[in-house]
Every structure is written in C-alpha cells, then in structure tokens.
C-alpha cells in the first residue's frame, strides 16, 4: 500500500510560479509511474504530467508543456510539479498518484492505484 500526501498549493497570481510536492510513503517512486492530475470546478479530471521509471522519461499535457515540468527525487522519496506562467484556468485540485510501471497508458487515470488526497491551486487573474 502506497501512501501520497500532496503540498504546496496555493493562491497564486496570473504568471505566478508554485511547486507542488508529492512525498510518498510505502512504496519506492522510482519503482512506479508517478504521475499528476487535476480537476477544475465542472470539469473532469485531466491528466497534467507523469515520470516513468524507464530512464525517468517525463510527458506532459499539451495544455501545460513548456510550463510545467515534473521532477523526481529518488533520496526524498518525493515526485514535484514545478508550475511557471500560470494561468487562471490552472485553478484546480492538484492530485498525485502512483501506477504499476506495466499497467496500461501513463496519461489515463483510470490505471493509477494510489491517489493523494488532493492541493488547491488557484490563479487570480
């Protein structure tokens, strides 16, 4: 059993920077795709950024390349967003959350068996 908490989130303004954590516990992150998720007010969750075990390779949604890069720290045991330029339609519930390296596509939710509870992001304009 994997345990993620998240921090970091924040009130935040328009090209704002903020980095989220992602410390987890019971597992080891390198041993799994850790990846980031959000869910804006009436919206579904949509997938942000993930960090596969394979090489530390590293994809992100098309909505935040450039702006937002995922991170791995193997010693902390911790997986970080490190967010720039942010907007105000990044105003979300930011998740972490853990996947067994072989149990299906990266960028689906629905394959990640551990979650976080969860941090508020939100951008004023």
């Known amino acids: 059993q994997v345990q993620l908490v998240e921090s970091g989130g924040a009130l935040v303004q328009t090209g704002g920077s903020l980095r989220l954590s992602c410390a987890a516990s019971?597992?080891?992150?390198?041993?799994?795709?850790m990846g980031w998720f959000r869910q804006a007010p009436g919206k579904e969750r949509e997938f942000v950024a993930a960090?596969?075990?394979?090489?530390?390779?590293?994809d992100a949604a098309d909505s935040v390349k450039g702006r937002f890069t995922i991170a791995r720290d193997n010693a902390k045991n911790t997986v970080y967003l490190q967010m720039s330029s942010l907007k105000p339609e990044d105003t979300a519930v930011y998740y972490c959350?853990?996947?067994?390296?072989?149990?299906?596509?990266?960028?689906?939710?629905?394959?990640?068996?551990?979650w976080g509870q969860g941090t508020q992001v939100t951008v004023s304009s």
């Open positions: 959350a853990a996947r067994y390296p072989y149990s299906g596509r990266y960028y689906s939710e629905d394959g990640y068996a551990y």
């Open positions: 019971g597992g080891i992150v390198s041993t799994y795709t």
């Open positions: 960090v596969m075990t394979n090489g530390g390779i590293t």
